[in-house]
């Protein structure tokens, strides 16, 4: 029709953005990706490392490898274990790039840090352990903003939010969903939630006042699951399916109850993300495992718009502006995607609307404060002289002694079944050598690994 003719040809800035495969040797060979039946990417990525999740037997883990060191995954690499039951979903922690969280089907949430470099053995020791959940927990997502803000949901239809570094529950939204929640997702400055549910209905959540603030019933018709994220303008892009089975974006504006909706056909679940630095979301269809069953170039689709006109079909397989990269996982690998560069070049220069301001790693509000009610916008870095991740910061996990909240207990049936020399200054002395010990091994552990690499380049140097 001569409307959507129009929205074709509407002139953008991202029009001749095209993001490009990269080369045989720079993917991700020999991967035994996770055959869980779950809704899930399986994989996460930051600027340091990927982590995927994988086969395990008698448990869940998923590997974490380097960004810079590809090519063909040694079997015997360590991994990170410790669920007694499949991971279903991983996050990286948007402020600190060595820490990352799982959920599993064991009913947890484990929060890791991660080294700069390749351990020896698996890591299996979490930093903290989060427990709440009733059921498998298959959904985490960090807050953008706030520090150690971490949110999970499960399939006992909560939704928990955790301050990871005190190992304690901020809040439990458990009266607001009927049924099976499908996907979670922050606005910009993380104040709201907008979810999707099997009761076919999208919510937008305050989390703090516990209260359904909006909410749409069926933006999409069908009775496949429906996906919703928040744009940086606030609106919010759905992607579900027509009662024929035919792939469906929708954006709406729930505040004024508005929005529209465009089909697309073949059907496929469609996960949906956003970028905070423009008006701009990239859709990917869900594959089968069969990797001829569908062309490469069909995989993603970018769409972007400005108030008042509606959104703009882009080129298949452009990522997000001012992203690190697009990450495909497929049968047995993974394929990053470079970013996005203008065809044919048109500059050398720094494009700045290309490559906007983006979300940096330092959090602009700690947990206590975004509890109290308090609001900010993320802290933007600019990528003109390109970005470098900060080194390792150690996660601290301050729990608090639950002994604490009791009152004392009466001087005439005072009593002790522990050792009474033992005094608290002697237990803090225990710990501090533990932690002493830990460090000691960590040290040489990277030595080792350093030697060893040393000891393979030599080897190579010498055939």
Same mark, same amino acid.
């Given at each position: 029709p001569p409307a959507m003719s129009r929205r074709v040809v509407r002139q953008s800035k991202f029009r001749h953005v095209f993001g490009q495969p990269v080369k045989a040797d720079q993917m991700y060979e020999d991967i035994r990706v996770s055959k869980v039946t779950w809704d899930s990417s399986f994989c996460a990525v930051n600027p340091k490392f990927v982590a995927i999740i994988v086969e395990s037997g008698g448990g869940g883990a998923f590997i974490i490898l380097p960004l810079a060191k590809t090519g063909r995954v040694d079997k015997n690499h360590p991994l990170v274990t410790g669920h007694t039951a499949p991971v279903l979903d991983i996050d990286w922690c948007p402020h600190n790039d060595n820490v990352i969280a799982s959920a599993s089907e064991d009913t947890t949430v484990m929060v890791w840090q991660v080294p700069d470099y390749v351990p020896m053995r698996n890591i299996t020791e979490p930093v903290v352990t989060l427990e709440g959940h009733s059921k498998r927990v298959g959904i985490i997502s960090w807050h953008p903003t706030a520090r150690n803000v971490l949110l999970s949901a499960g399939c006992d239809n909560l939704v928990i939010l955790w301050n990871v570094g005190t190992g304690e529950m901020l809040l439990v939204l458990d009266d607001m969903h009927t049924d099976l929640i499908y996907n &979670?997702?922050?606005?910009?400055?993380?104040?709201?939630?907008?979810?999707?549910?099997?009761?076919?209905?999208?919510? &937008?959540i305050d989390p703090r006042k516990q209260q359904v603030v909006a909410e749409k019933a069926k933006p999409h018709d069908g009775a496949r699951p429906i996906r919703a994220i928040f744009m940086a303008d606030g609106k919010i892009f759905t992607t579900g399916f027509s009662k024929m089975s035919e792939r469906q974006l929708g954006l709406w504006d729930l505040v004024r109850d508005g929005g529209s909706r465009l089909a697309s056909a073949a059907p496929g679940t469609l996960r949906s993300r956003g970028h905070a630095g423009c008006r701009e979301c990239s859709a990917a269809a869900r594959v089968p495992r069969e990797p001829r069953a569908l062309p490469r170039s069909r995989t993603q689709r970018l769409f972007w718009g400005t108030d008042p006109d509606p959104p703009i079909f882009l080129p298949s397989h452009a990522p997000p502006p001012g992203c690190q990269g697009r990450w495909r996982g497929g049968l047995g690998g993974g394929h990053p995607i470079s970013p996005p560069s203008p065809s044919p070049p048109q500059s050398d220069l720094f494009q700045d609307d290309l490559y906007p301001d983006t979300p940096g790693p330092e959090p602009a509000l700690e947990a206590d404060e975004w509890l109290s009610g308090k609001d900010a916008e993320p802290i933007l870095i600019s990528l003109r002289d390109g970005y470098v991740p900060v080194k390792n910061r150690e996660l601290k996990v301050v729990k608090k002694n639950i002994l604490d909240n009791k009152p004392p207990p009466s001087p005439r049936h005072s009593h002790s079944t522990c050792d009474p020399n033992f005094s608290r200054p002697a237990l803090e002395e225990v710990l501090e050598e533990i932690r002493a010990l830990k460090e000691t091994v960590q040290a040489q552990e990277k030595r080792i690994s350093?030697?060893?690499?040393?000891?393979?380049?030599?080897?190579?140097?010498?055939?």
């Open positions: &979670v997702g922050w606005n910009r400055n993380g104040s709201l939630l907008v979810t999707t549910c099997k009761d076919k209905k999208v919510r &937008v350093d030697l060893e690499n040393k000891l393979c380049q030599f080897t190579n140097g010498t055939d």
